[in-house]
């Protein structure tokens, strides 16, 4: 759970000082485990191959939940990426402080 709040928190602080999406994208795939790192280097490579929406590609990150996808995916098509990865950081974020209180 840890992983996609980082990866929602990078790519939209990096994404909104101005930074271009595959260069965002190579920066913080070096964030991730191995296995996630190729998965998201996949999904780069379609963006760069001119996939239509971020959204539909991140649909096959299993370790993103799927809430997070969607948000993204709504962000993307209204032009308010930023803030939509902002908010599922946030929300990413109360989830896993949710379940850590759990187990305590």
């Given amino acids: ?3 996609p709040v980082l990866l929602f928190e990078a790519v939209g602080m990096l994404l909104n000082s101005g930074c271009a999406m595959l260069p965002v994208m190579d920066a913080v795939s070096a ?8 998965e998201f280097q996949g999904i780069r490579q379609e963006i760069k191959e001119d996939a239509p929406l971020l ?3 991140l649909e ?3 370790f993103i939940p799927r809430y ?3 948000i993204a995916g709504l962000g993307q098509m209204k032009g308010i990426l930023e803030s939509s990865l902002r ?4 929300l990413l974020e ?4 949710y ?6």
């Fill in 31 to 38: 964030l991730l485990p191995a296995n996630q790192r190729a």
């Fill in 68 to 70: 997070a996808k969607k």
């Fill in 1 to 3: 759970m840890v992983t």
């Fill in 99 to 104: 379940r850590l209180e759990g187990v305590l």
């Fill in 60 to 62: 096959r990150l299993d």
């Fill in 94 to 97: 109360q989830e896993l402080d």
């Fill in 55 to 57: 959204a539909l590609p």
């Fill in 87 to 90: 908010d599922g950081a946030m």
